[in-house]
């Protein structure tokens, strides 16, 4: 079974700021790596996606991802309050998708 | 648009009851899923299915049946429920196992055993 852990448990960071989100998985051969953003009280929602080593950016997000290291992230530019949520990583396995323990933001103005 | 509704939206039982957590799609999607989450744990998944009369175990099936009825219809089902089971569960769908494309989830289901 697939392990992922992320880091930090939670992150508190001020309007227009940049913050930055880790994920780290156990099997190296993993292929489909996926950020969700769950809001307080709705349902999680998925951000973006990367498949390859490097960086993909998508508007204020940019994944990375190095498969030798066992670790991807998530940058989000000119943070904003309604980027406040728990964020959760998840990597594919045999049955799905796996989910870390998410990483609370706080976004204040 | 997608779409995974959940029925019902809170759920209050005792110990030892019957509980029966319906999840209806509409999106055409082969996979359908079961997840529990709590915090400190996560989503973890409990059940999930591929197809009509396909059912899958996942990472935490204990006290816990479900039955895909039709390609939109999936039932989670408690048949002897326990506090333990006191949680949020959350369905969803997609057309893969979470490979090119994303999990649609529903809004969840708020389930107290008492």
Known sequence: ?109 | EAAVTQSPRNKVTVTGGNVTLSCRQTNSHNYMYWYRQDTGHGLRLIHYSYGAGNLQIGDVPDGYKATRTTQEDFFLLLELASPSQTSLYFCASSVDRGQISDYTFGSGTRLLVI
């Open chain 1, 1 to 109: 079974q697939q392990n992922v852990q992320q880091s930090p448990e939670s992150l508190i960071v001020p309007e227009g700021a940049r913050t930055s989100l880790n994920c780290t998985f156990s099997d190296s051969a993993s292929q489909y790596f996926w950020w969700y953003r769950q809001h307080s009280g709705k349902a999680p929602k998925a951000l973006m996606s990367i498949f390859s080593n490097g960086e993909k950016e998508e508007g204020r997000f940019t994944i990375h991802l190095n498969k030798a290291s066992l670790h991807f992230s998530l940058h989000i530019r000119d943070s904003q309050p309604s980027d406040s949520a728990l964020y959760l990583c998840a990597v594919n396995y045999a049955q799905g998708l796996t989910f870390g323990l998410g990483t609370r933001v706080s976004v204040f103005p």
